[in-house]
């Protein structure tokens, strides 16, 4: 959860840094299938053993990438702070990640520029497994605010240009 | 050989209607979203200093997108499909675009998405969306062929403010013999 006393500013931001990880798991059926059922979603591979290996031929029951992909947005609402906005996340489900599995949410700063009203940070973002393993590449902006300035406008407005 | 079938192209630049989820941002609805997803956040459950500017309780940011969902008195795809051994469950339709038919007999996966949010929606409001089928192609991977279908969908509360423009992509793939 955003922590309220503590705010990221634009100039706090370098290229190379990375944002404090999220771990989340081991991930068991019982956690897939709580976002099933919380999103309606009654897709089998993700909660019907035989049938998404015997017909899907998958390698077992899989995490929901509609599941993964709320944690890259947790990760960097948490970073940005009260007064920041997440405004773009670009991911591919690349790899399967299956129940056992320890996930770490992760991002690094690639670039950052400065606008009238306030910063725009760059970075590449990710879920790896347990085993090192990639699944979830993306890239993502953010705004932040700058140290003298006002909090990120809100509803969100994109720079110009 | 292509497993793309010509009819399947007839489908880009195909556009839904406005479509109105079918419930409002419910509260139970956000807590059980903000506890499966292991991010009890209080922006999402009360009035809070985390949510003051967005003027109360919000929701998640991806929450609208998951809002659409089967209305009250449709028809019930999972009792419609109950005798059929290969019935995956998986929601073929979103967002009111038409089931791709010369590829609905292929497994779906979600690819993933470019998504831009510009605000959050508060708890009681209505979220409407308006979609578009961008594009349809086929590529070669390390495991066989596999259909892109990328569509295009502005997520907005019901007067019209964006909320968030999502460009997802769906995989479809032939079942492995």
Redo the contacts between chains.
């Keep these: 959860?955003?922590d309220?006393t503590k705010q990221l500013y634009f100039e706090d931001v370098e290229v190379g840094m990375d944002v404090p990880s999220l771990t989340?798991g081991p991930m068991t059926t019982a956690?897939i299938m709580?976002?099933s059922a919380?999103?309606?979603?009654?897709?089998?591979?993700h909660y019907?053993t035989p049938?998404a290996v015997n017909?899907?031929?998958l390698p077992g029951v899989l995490l929901?990438?509609?599941?993964k992909?709320?944690?890259l947005?947790?990760l960097l609402?948490d970073w940005v702070g009260?007064?920041g906005?997440?405004?773009?996340?670009?991911?591919?489900?690349r790899a399967m990640n299956l129940v056992g599995e320890k996930l770490t949410i992760w991002g690094k700063v690639t670039a950052k520029r400065e606008t009238p009203d306030y910063g725009l940070v760059d970075l590449d973002i990710g879920i790896v497994n347990d085993q090192g393993k990639e699944s979830?590449p993306?890239k993502a902006t953010v705004a932040v605010p700058l140290r003298n300035g006002r909090?990120v406008p809100?509803?969100?407005v994109?720079p110009k240009g | 050989m292509s497993i793309l079938p010509e009819a399947a192209l007839k489908y880009v630049g195909v556009e839904s209607d406005v479509e109105i989820a079918c419930d409002p941002v419910e509260r139970g609805?956000v807590r059980?979203?903000a506890?499966?997803?292991?991010?009890?956040?209080?922006?999402y459950w009360q009035a809070c200093?985390?949510n003051q500017?967005?003027g109360g309780p919000v929701a998640?940011?991806?929450f609208p997108?998951?809002m659409f969902?089967?209305a009250y008195g449709t028809e019930d795809p999972?009792e419609a499909n109950a005798s059929d051994?290969?019935y995956?469950?998986?929601?073929k339709v979103r967002g009111g675009l038409p089931e791709i038919e010369p590829l609905s007999h292929m497994?779906v996966?979600?690819?993933?998405?470019?998504?831009?949010?510009?605000?959050l929606a508060r708890h009681g409001e209505t979220v409407k969306l308006r979609a578009r089928y961008a594009s349809i192609t086929e590529k070669e991977t390390s495991k066989g062929p596999i259909i892109l279908i990328v569509s295009e969908t502005d997520y907005m509360t019901g007067d019209g403010?964006?909320l968030a423009r999502q460009r997802h992509?769906r995989i479809r793939r032939p079942?492995?013999k």
């Design positions: 959860m955003i309220a989340k956690h709580r976002w919380t999103m309606e979603n009654w897709h089998k591979i019907d049938f017909h899907d031929k929901n990438g509609s599941f992909q709320q944690w947005a947790q609402k009260l007064n906005w997440v405004w773009k996340l670009n991911y591919q489900f979830t993306g909090p809100y509803p969100f994109p | 609805q059980r979203h506890q499966a997803i292991g991010d009890e956040d209080p922006m200093e985390s500017r967005y998640q940011p991806f997108i998951h969902r089967r999972v051994p290969d995956d469950g998986a929601l497994p996966m979600n690819g993933g998405s470019e998504i831009e949010f510009f605000r403010e964006l992509t079942v492995k």
